[in-house]
């Protein structure tokens, strides 16, 4: 099991090695604008590394929504991040399922996935698989509670479509870690990548935000036993830069391959 972080963009490579890590996790673009991807100047070393590779798309994107222009601009950053993705050798781009606004169908949400799966396709599809993230927050999301994320499988599934299990967003999110792992996959049929963050906040409080895995309202040994049972690669998004990170990562490693 490779267990690594999200890392600064500007030399993953070396941010892992201080680490220890064996993934990396990083943004192409500002997380929070709708700049488009620029090529990494380290494109060639990403791709022949032995760290793993993913990139996670801009927070930005909500190809969910009914709001024309938010979820068209959505569908082809998610595309050209894609094709970025692919250009580091990413295994994966991860990607939050988004939600529709007050008052709209949740089920209109869920279509409008769909059709960004067909809007690609009508390209060649995706150049990097999109894993889809649970999300903490948000009576209208297509990924918080496992109800909505059971039927937006139902509109994509036939798709080429990963998921990524984040631990902070799922406790906060209201659904319980003990059998986390079993109830996604009865889903999903998969889990692609763990992000592995504890909550500074209770159980079904809707917030995202993270902690270190041996502080936070989450036992670090309950999400130990989510790590896995995953069996899938972790990253940690958890403060404290290299020396903070660096401690999530020897612990995990520590207990979960004992």
């Given at each position: 099991m490779r267990i690594g972080a999200h890392v600064d963009a500007g030399d993953p490579l070396a941010e892992a090695a201080a680490r220890k890590a064996e993934?990396?996790?990083?943004?192409?673009?500002d997380p929070k604008g709708w700049k488009a991807p620029e090529e990494h100047p380290d494109a060639d070393g990403l791709r022949a590394a032995e760290?793993?590779?993913?990139?996670h798309a801009p927070y930005v994107i909500n190809v969910a929504t009914t709001n024309n222009r938010i979820r068209i601009p959505s569908r082809k950053l998610l595309l050209s991040h894609a094709t970025a993705a692919a250009r580091v050798g990413a295994k994966g781009l991860i990607v939050h399922g988004g939600h529709v606004g007050k008052g709209d169908d949740v089920a209109v949400g869920f279509d409008n996935w769909r059709k960004t799966f067909a809007f690609a396709a009508e390209s060649g599809g995706f150049a990097t698989p999109i894993l889809i993230e649970n999300t903490a927050g948000g009576d209208n999301a297509c990924a918080r509670r496992f109800d909505a994320?059971?039927?937006?499988?139902?509109?994509?599934?036939?798709y080429e479509v990963g998921f990524c299990l984040d631990t902070c967003h799922a406790h906060a999110g209201g659904e319980a870690l003990l059998?986390?792992?079993?109830?996604?996959k009865a889903i999903t049929g998969r889990i692609d990548l763990v992000h592995a963050n504890n909550s500074r906040d209770a159980f079904d409080s809707g917030a995202d935000r993270h902690d270190n895995l041996g502080q936070g309202m989450i036992d670090p040994e309950l999400l130990v036993a989510v790590v896995r049972a995953a069996g899938a690669p972790v990253v940690v998004e958890t403060p404290g830069g290299v020396d903070g990170q660096g401690?999530?990562?020897?612990?995990?490693?520590?207990?979960v391959t004992a």
């Amino acid at each position: 099991m490779r267990i690594g972080a999200h890392v600064d963009a500007g030399d993953p490579l070396a941010e892992a090695a201080a680490r220890k890590a064996e993934v990396v996790q990083f943004f192409l673009a500002d997380p929070k604008g709708w700049k488009a991807p620029e090529e990494h100047p380290d494109a060639d070393g990403l791709r022949a590394a032995e760290v793993e590779v993913y990139v996670h798309a801009p927070y930005v994107i909500n190809v969910a929504t009914t709001n024309n222009r938010i979820r068209i601009p959505s569908r082809k950053l998610l595309l050209s991040h894609a094709t970025a993705a692919a250009r580091v050798g990413a295994k994966g781009l991860i990607v939050h399922g988004g939600h529709v606004g007050k008052g709209d169908d949740v089920a209109v949400g869920f279509d409008n996935w769909r059709k960004t799966f067909a809007f690609a396709a009508e390209s060649g599809g995706f150049a990097t698989p999109i894993l889809i993230e649970n999300t903490a927050g948000g009576d209208n999301a297509c990924a918080r509670r496992f109800d909505a994320l059971a039927r937006l499988w139902d509109a994509i599934g036939s798709y080429e479509v990963g998921f990524c299990l984040d631990t902070c967003h799922a406790h906060a999110g209201g659904e319980a870690l003990l059998d986390v792992v079993d109830r996604v996959k009865a889903i999903t049929g998969r889990i692609d990548l763990v992000h592995a963050n504890n909550s500074r906040d209770a159980f079904d409080s809707g917030a995202d935000r993270h902690d270190n895995l041996g502080q936070g309202m989450i036992d670090p040994e309950l999400l130990v036993a989510v790590v896995r049972a995953a069996g899938a690669p972790v990253v940690v998004e958890t403060p404290g830069g290299v020396d903070g990170q660096g401690k999530d990562i020897a612990f995990l490693r520590d207990r979960v391959t004992a």
